[in-house]
């Protein structure tokens, strides 16, 4: 059983820069791979960022390539989403996620934080 919750959300100017964070409970968090998703209103949630139990490797949405950097400190049981040149399109719930592989699809993961707001203004 993993526990996750995230932070870092908040309102923000387009161009601007945001870092989020989850922290997850338990001892098994390296056993995991992990992937932020986000939600717009009315939208289906969408994978954004994804990195494997090790951190060796990583896989990005296009739509934010080149702009977030996802990261994992396994010492610490924690994930990090960097989110920099943000976009009014941004703007969504964003959710932490685990699951037994790196996927990009939402099924795929067993466990999801409560989700922390971004809201990037134009």
């Known amino acids: 059983q993993v526990q996750l919750v995230e932070s870092g959300g908040g309102l923000v100017q387009a161009g601007g820069s945001l870092r989020l964070s989850c922290a997850a409970s338990?001892?098994?968090?390296?056993?995991?791979?992990m992937g932020w998703f986000r939600q717009a209103p009315g939208k289906e949630r969408r994978f954004v960022a994804g990195i494997m139990r090790s951190g060796g490797s990583t896989y990005y949405a296009d739509s934010v390539k080149g702009r977030f950097t996802i990261s994992r400190d396994n010492a610490k049981n924690t994930v990090f989403l960097q989110m920099n040149s943000l976009k009014p399109e941004d703007t969504a719930v964003y959710y932490c996620s685990a699951g037994s592989y790196l996927a990009t699809l939402v099924d795929e993961y067993d466990y999801w934080g409560q989700g922390t707001q971004v809201t990037v203004s134009s």
């Open positions: 338990g001892r098994t968090f390296r056993s995991y791979a």
